[in-house]
């Protein structure tokens, strides 16, 4: 098949991680042509990873100064903030240049803010909505901090649901990443299918690796750094889950890794023995399975790849039930859970006492992640999808 990808990112294993796994699934054996918007913090070696991989890319560079006059465009037109922003003259033209030169089979589109480009496409189109940014919305509202946030999330709230409308009716088939995200989709769009293609982790990628004999245990979290998820989990957990873990064990240190961190995480580094690593270029030289990974998110939708990536490398996980949420992971045999710091600090007290604890947590993990994430797996599901819709025309 010949496939066009249309993203707000360019794909890469720090932005875009779902669609960057289902490309590399996909490249091997077809051929793919990849239309995006591309980041002014976003490396050029991201375009170098694609192009390695036989992809041809075409990258729309984002004028923060034309997205935020398409924003107050947006406000007039009670468009979300999202959408406004991804709004760009180039890559419409650049679609409609490339559509017109090449013929395709199929065209995904990645994630909904990206939809406003479907209409006028005539040839068979999936829309990966990935998970439910109603419910994101309604569930990030109460530990919001700044009126500024509140406005935002409540602005994209009133305007997500019409806009979703909008761009439903003109793709043949929407998928999300979680059987949740679904069912919300269908409460407010009873009138379309969603079908479920969860995330997927390269697991020869995300291979267990060992710190050696004499590690003591570490704290580890990563994500998306500047992600309001993140930033509340990183707050949440220095300020209430680590001062009752260091009571026990004063000296025990935390890693938080992840991509381009806010400020309120950079000024976590050096405090109560935490450590920002910030854009590594590649997270599974940084996950062990003699490391505890700790995901205390409070605000969540979809399935956090994090997670699965963690889950790979045969980490012992400690999470509450929305880090888990879209998971079917079974308490004490996958992951141990908590929901208040005192059970963080009990989970995590019971891991730092037992390395065998700690290894068939690991184990079952990463297991499950080879059942049920493998790139392998979800990619060959994605492609039935393609071939469905190739064959009916639409």
Same mark, same amino acid.
């Given at each position: 098949?010949?496939?066009?990808?249309?993203?707000?990112?360019?794909?890469?294993?720090?932005?875009?991680?779902?669609?960057?796994?289902?490309?590399?699934?996909?490249?091997?054996?077809?051929?793919?042509?990849?239309?995006?918007?591309?980041?002014?913090?976003?490396?050029?070696?991201?375009?170098?990873?694609?192009?390695?991989?036989?992809?041809?890319?075409?990258?729309?560079?984002?004028?923060?100064?034309?997205?935020?006059?398409?924003?107050?465009?947006?406000?007039?037109?009670?468009?979300?903030?999202?959408?406004?922003?991804?709004?760009?003259?180039?890559?419409?033209?650049?679609?409609?240049?490339?559509?017109?030169?090449?013929?395709?089979?199929?065209?995904?589109?990645?994630?909904?803010?990206? !939809?406003?480009?479907?209409?006028?496409?005539?040839?068979?189109?999936?829309?990966?909505?990935?998970?439910?940014?109603?419910?994101?919305?309604?569930?990030?509202?109460?530990?919001?901090?700044?009126?500024?946030?509140?406005?935002?999330?409540?602005?994209?709230?009133?305007?997500?649901?019409?806009?979703?409308?909008?761009?439903?009716?003109?793709?043949?088939?929407?998928?999300?990443?979680?059987?949740?995200?679904?069912?919300?989709?269908?409460?407010?769009?009873?009138?379309?299918?969603?079908?479920?293609?969860?995330?997927?982790?390269?697991?020869?990628?995300?291979?267990?690796?060992?710190?050696?004999?004499?590690?003591?245990?570490?704290?580890?979290?990563?994500?998306?750094?500047?992600?309001?998820?993140?930033?509340?989990?990183?707050?949440?957990?220095?300020?209430?889950?680590?001062?009752?873990?260091?009571?026990?064990?004063? !000296?025990?240190?935390?890693?938080?890794?992840?991509?381009?961190?806010?400020?309120?995480?950079?000024?976590?580094?050096?405090?109560?023995?935490?450590?920002?690593?910030?854009?590594?270029?590649?997270?599974?030289?940084?996950?062990?399975?003699?490391?505890?990974?700790?995901?205390?998110?409070?605000?969540?939708?979809?399935?956090?790849?994090?997670?699965?990536?963690?889950?790979?490398?045969?980490?012992?996980?400690?999470?509450?039930?929305?880090?888990?949420?879209?998971?079917?992971?079974?308490?004490?045999?996958?992951?141990?859970?908590?929901?208040?710091?005192?059970?963080?600090?009990?989970?995590?007290?019971?891991?730092?006492?037992?390395?065998?604890?700690?290894?068939?947590?690991?184990?079952?993990?990463?297991?499950?992640?080879?059942?049920?994430?493998?790139?392998?797996?979800?990619?060959?599901?994605?492609?039935?999808?393609?071939?469905?819709?190739?064959?009916?025309?639409?």
């Amino acid at each position: 098949m010949k496939i066009l990808f249309v993203t707000p990112v360019v794909p890469s294993q720090t932005d875009g991680r779902r669609p960057f796994n289902f490309i590399k699934y996909l490249a091997p054996k077809h051929t793919i042509h990849l239309i995006c918007l591309r980041l002014p913090q976003q490396s050029p070696a991201t375009i170098r990873d694609l192009l390695e991989m036989r992809i041809a890319v075409t990258a729309v560079d984002i004028a923060p100064y034309r997205s935020y006059l398409s924003c107050l465009r947006g406000f007039v037109e009670r468009q979300p903030l999202q959408v406004s922003w991804c709004r760009s003259p180039e890559l419409r033209h650049a679609l409609e240049r490339t559509l017109a030169r090449e013929s395709f089979d199929l065209v995904h589109i990645d994630r909904m803010r990206m !939809g406003q480009y479907a209409p006028g496409i005539r040839i068979p189109k999936v829309i990966d909505c990935t998970d439910s940014l109603v419910m994101y919305f309604e569930r990030s509202l109460p530990y919001r901090r700044s009126w500024g946030e509140r406005f935002v999330d409540r602005w994209e709230l009133s305007t997500y649901p019409r806009f979703e409308q909008y761009a439903l009716r003109h793709v043949d088939a929407a998928v999300v990443c979680s059987p949740i995200d679904a069912d919300v989709f269908r409460k407010h769009h009873p009138d379309k299918a969603f079908e479920v293609i969860e995330n997927a982790v390269d697991a020869e990628q995300f291979m267990p690796r060992s710190h050696g004999n004499g590690h003591t245990p570490r704290c580890v979290m990563t994500g998306t750094l500047f992600y309001f998820p993140n930033i509340d989990a990183g707050r949440y957990y220095a300020e209430e889950i680590l001062p009752l873990i260091r009571k026990t064990f004063p !000296g025990l240190e935390t890693r938080i890794i992840g991509s381009r961190p806010k400020r309120e995480v950079s000024a976590l580094d050096g405090r109560w023995g935490m450590q920002v690593l910030a854009d590594v270029p590649r997270m599974e030289e940084h996950l062990f399975q003699d490391d505890i990974y700790l995901c205390p998110i409070r605000v969540a939708t979809g399935i956090r790849n994090k997670l699965l990536e963690a889950m790979a490398a045969g980490m012992p996980i400690v999470t509450t039930a929305l880090g888990a949420e879209g998971l079917d992971l079974k308490p004490e045999h996958e992951a141990l859970f908590a929901e208040i710091p005192d059970q963080f600090r009990e989970q995590v007290e019971r891991l730092m006492n037992s390395p065998e604890l700690r290894q068939t947590l690991g184990q079952n993990a990463r297991r499950y992640v080879l059942e049920k994430h493998n790139i392998e797996i979800v990619g060959a599901k994605l492609e039935r999808l393609y071939e469905r819709l190739v064959a009916t025309g639409g």
